[in-house]
């Protein structure tokens, strides 16, 4: 052993503080047994002798085994037992929405994020730690860890309260803390994303996506699907639409971007980008859906279904469209443009009774701050039948509505949001309807070509509000026709010489859809603008946080 090593000062670990060995604790005064408490790690204490000598001959230190992992008690779990809480002391932690001192008793409000109210806690100046009361460390956004006895509240607003015995402040908040208990635009908490989610409005926004994408996973593992994950760098254009964000790097790495000529980046004699020198040899590109790569395992496993990430680089500043947002698309075999429309409503109703019977709280807000009517227009589409129509139907429907639009309507053109949502708001009274059998002109190259041989075997579904909720197809199984389709887009064809693969090996008629999951949200919520229903925006101009 060496002298450095002999005479190198043993490193201690500093003990947990009180609040933080207090965090990992839950303590229910209950007639049924309480549920053990574990120390993430024993707190330290200097080292004997005997371990010290141990440690310098590479033995191996003493061990403990891991702990359970420990559910911890949240707000939630207390309204949802009500009264049988009473009589009960235990532990809560959380952020300060609230703080009102009164002459005899102080109120604290926290939220901890697990539901949209928030645990009223009821304390006077014998509670330990109330001197941070006093001295002013208990402010709004602050972080706080609470131990009390539940008991009725004397107030209206809530039938249970937490009467305090401690109250330990984890982390301060400082006097700057934006949102405070008034009213600011949804355009100004867009500049405090990192801090908006302690709102109601985006608290609750959070925890409805969270259950629709549950719900998404329930639906297609309880019906027989496979996940599977898509890849996001990609050298095809599934769209065939050219909105892509280029993957290159060609371009210097980000500490060097500012000072780098565009002189460096490769060229060939032509002048053109000399593709073969970046990362991957060839242009790549950020995604812009997973369906091509799901109809591969869809022609192996049946039933697939992909759900993530996507990217668009459209230039559009409407309250409708995102650079970055998620898709869900399944994919189906042995499946033509009736299965998808029958799977594409049986999701839809299934997701939407899931929230309504699991976020009650949230959807209540919903409905008295955000959307009035929502809740009823949300049981509509669950519990009504969705109808179908032809495009040429629906284009006529249009022609003879005593109803002026924007975009004029005539066979042939794209469906605009006022079309689509006039059909499915006030044609058909609120019920979700889906037209199908579009014109090929208008849709992608990978839609089956109908026997008129001017359309495709491709729908979308309308709901209340949104308009286009879902688009699908049936895919076009058929080699000659699939490349005579790229023939007449100018598609290259080596590009998609695996997806023409599929059609040489086996090929089944398949169809499926793509659900942008934003919009589903928005649709769930009554959000009015997409870029509150995702965490973090990515819109032309704006990558914040």
Same mark, same amino acid.
Not at 177 to 195: C, D, G, N, S, Y
Not at 262 to 285: C, E, H, N, R, T
Not at 495 to 501: C, G, K, Q, S, V
């Given at each position: 052993?060496?002298?450095?090593?002999?005479?190198?000062?043993?490193?201690?670990? !500093?003990?947990?503080?009180?609040?933080?060995?207090?965090?990992?604790?839950?303590?229910?005064?209950?007639?049924?047994?309480?549920?053990? =408490?574990?120390?993430?790690?024993?707190?330290?204490?200097?080292?004997?002798?005997?371990?010290?000598?141990?440690?310098?001959?590479?033995?191996?230190?003493?061990?403990?085994?891991?702990?359970? =992992?420990? !559910?911890?008690?949240? %707000?939630?779990?207390? !309204?949802?037992?009500?009264?049988?809480?009473?009589?009960?002391?235990?532990?809560?932690?959380?952020?300060?929405?609230?703080?009102?001192?009164?002459?005899?008793?102080?109120?604290?409000?926290?939220?901890?994020?697990?539901?949209?109210?928030?645990?009223?806690?009821?304390?006077?100046?014998?509670?330990?730690?109330?001197?941070?009361? +006093?001295?002013?460390?208990?402010?709004?956004?602050?972080?706080?860890? %609470?131990?009390?006895?539940?008991? !009725?509240?004397?107030?209206?607003?809530?039938?249970?309260?937490?009467?305090?015995?401690?109250?330990?402040?984890?982390?301060?908040?400082?006097?700057? =803390?934006?949102?405070?208990?008034?009213?600011?635009?949804?355009?100004?908490?867009?500049?405090?994303?990192?801090?908006?989610?302690?709102?109601?409005?985006?608290?609750?926004?959070?925890?409805?996506?969270?259950?629709?994408?549950?719900?998404?996973?329930?639906?297609?593992?309880?019906?027989?699907?496979?996940?599977?994950?898509?890849?996001?760098?990609?050298?095809?254009?599934?769209?065939?639409?050219?909105?892509?964000?280029? %993957?290159?790097?060609?371009?210097?790495?980000?500490?060097?971007?500012?000072?780098?000529?565009?002189?460096?980046?490769?060229?060939?004699?032509?002048?053109?980008?000399?593709?073969?020198?970046?990362?991957?040899?060839?242009?790549?590109? /950020?995604?812009?859906?997973?369906? /091509?790569?799901?109809?591969?395992?869809?022609?192996?496993?049946?039933?697939?279904?992909?759900?993530?990430?996507?990217?668009?680089?459209?230039?559009?500043?409407?309250?409708?469209?995102?650079?970055?947002?998620?898709?869900? +698309?399944?994919?189906?075999?042995?499946?033509?443009?009736?299965?998808?429309?029958?799977?594409?409503?049986?999701?839809?109703?299934?997701?939407?009774?899931?929230?309504?019977?699991?976020?009650?709280?949230?959807?209540?807000?919903?409905?008295?701050?955000?959307?009035?009517?929502?809740?009823?227009?949300?049981?509509?589409?669950?519990?009504?039948?969705?109808?179908?129509?032809?495009?040429?139907?629906?284009?006529?429907?249009?022609?003879?509505?005593?109803?002026?639009?924007?975009?004029?309507?005539?066979?042939?053109?794209?469906?605009?949001?006022?079309?689509?949502?006039?059909?499915?708001?006030?044609?058909?009274?609120?019920?979700?309807?889906?037209?199908?059998?579009?014109?090929?002109?208008?849709?992608?190259?990978?839609?089956?070509?109908?026997?008129?041989?001017?359309?495709?075997?491709?729908?979308?579904?309308?709901?209340?509000?949104?308009?286009?909720?879902?688009?699908?197809?049936?895919? +076009?199984?058929? /080699?000659?026709?699939?490349?005579?389709?790229?023939?007449?887009?100018?598609?290259?064809?080596?590009?998609?010489?695996?997806?023409?693969?599929?059609?040489?090996?086996?090929?089944?008629?398949?169809?499926?859809?793509?659900?942008?999951?934003?919009?589903?949200?928005?649709?769930?919520?009554?959000?009015?603008?997409?870029?509150?229903?995702?965490?973090?925006?990515?819109?032309?101009?704006?990558?914040?946080?």
């Amino acid at each position: 052993m060496s002298v450095a090593m002999a005479t190198r000062p043993l490193r201690i670990a !500093k003990p947990y503080s009180y609040a933080a060995y207090a965090y990992l604790s839950l303590h229910l005064n209950t007639s049924t047994p309480k549920p053990s =408490f574990h120390r993430p790690f024993p707190l330290s204490s200097p080292p004997s002798s005997q371990n010290r000598r141990l440690f310098c001959t590479a033995s191996l230190p003493s061990t403990n085994t891991v702990p359970q =992992f420990r !559910k911890k008690l949240k %707000v939630a779990d207390v !309204k949802s037992q009500q009264f049988d809480c009473l009589g009960n002391t235990l532990v809560l932690q959380g952020w300060v929405r609230t703080l009102r001192l009164q002459s005899s008793v102080t109120f604290l409000e926290i939220n901890d994020g697990s539901c949209l109210s928030n645990m009223q806690c009821v304390l006077d100046s014998e509670v330990e730690g109330y001197d941070q009361v +006093e001295s002013g460390l208990i402010t709004t956004g602050a972080s706080v860890w %609470v131990q009390g006895l539940v008991v !009725k509240s004397q107030g209206a607003k809530q039938k249970l309260e937490l009467k305090l015995n401690k109250i330990v402040v984890v982390g301060k908040s400082d006097p700057s =803390f934006p949102i405070q208990k008034k009213r600011v635009t949804r355009e100004f908490l867009r500049t405090k994303a990192h801090l908006r989610a302690r709102t109601n409005t985006f608290g609750a926004v959070a925890r409805v996506r969270n259950a629709l994408a549950y719900a998404t996973h329930k639906f297609f593992q309880e019906n027989g699907f496979v996940w599977v994950s898509s890849p996001i760098i990609t050298a095809s254009d599934c769209e065939g639409a050219g909105e892509q964000f280029c %993957v290159t790097t060609l371009i210097p790495n980000s500490h060097e971007t500012a000072d780098s000529p565009v002189d460096a980046i490769p060229k060939m004699k032509d002048g053109l980008i000399d593709w073969s020198q970046d990362f991957f040899g060839k242009p790549a590109f /950020l995604t812009v859906s997973g369906q /091509l790569n799901a109809e591969t395992y869809a022609t192996s496993l049946s039933d697939v279904y992909t759900f993530g990430p996507t990217f668009r680089a459209e230039n559009s500043h409407t309250s409708r469209h995102l650079a970055e947002f998620w898709m869900i +698309e399944p994919e189906l075999a042995f499946a033509d443009l009736n299965d998808d429309m029958a799977c594409a409503t049986a999701y839809l109703q299934f997701v939407i009774r899931h929230i309504l019977d699991n976020c009650k709280e949230d959807m209540e807000f919903f409905n008295t701050w955000i959307d009035k009517g929502i809740i009823d227009r949300l049981s509509n589409v669950a519990e009504k039948d969705v109808l179908q129509i032809t495009y040429t139907e629906a284009v006529d429907l249009l022609s003879r509505a005593n109803k002026k639009f924007e975009f004029p309507v005539k066979w042939g053109c794209d469906l605009q949001s006022e079309h689509e949502r006039y059909i499915t708001e006030e044609a058909f009274g609120g019920c979700p309807v889906i037209i199908r059998d579009y014109p090929k002109d208008i849709k992608a190259f990978y839609m089956r070509q109908n026997d008129d041989g001017k359309t495709v075997a491709a729908m979308d579904m309308l709901v209340p509000k949104i308009g286009e909720l879902i688009g699908g197809s049936q895919r +076009e199984e058929r /080699l000659e026709h699939l490349e005579a389709r790229l023939d007449d887009l100018k598609l290259n064809k080596d590009a998609y010489w695996w997806y023409l693969d599929l059609r040489r090996y086996g090929s089944v008629p398949h169809a499926g859809f793509g659900l942008g999951f934003e919009r589903l949200v928005q649709f769930a919520t009554g959000m009015d603008n997409i870029r509150d229903v995702i965490p973090f925006p990515r819109t032309p101009g704006s990558a914040e946080f």
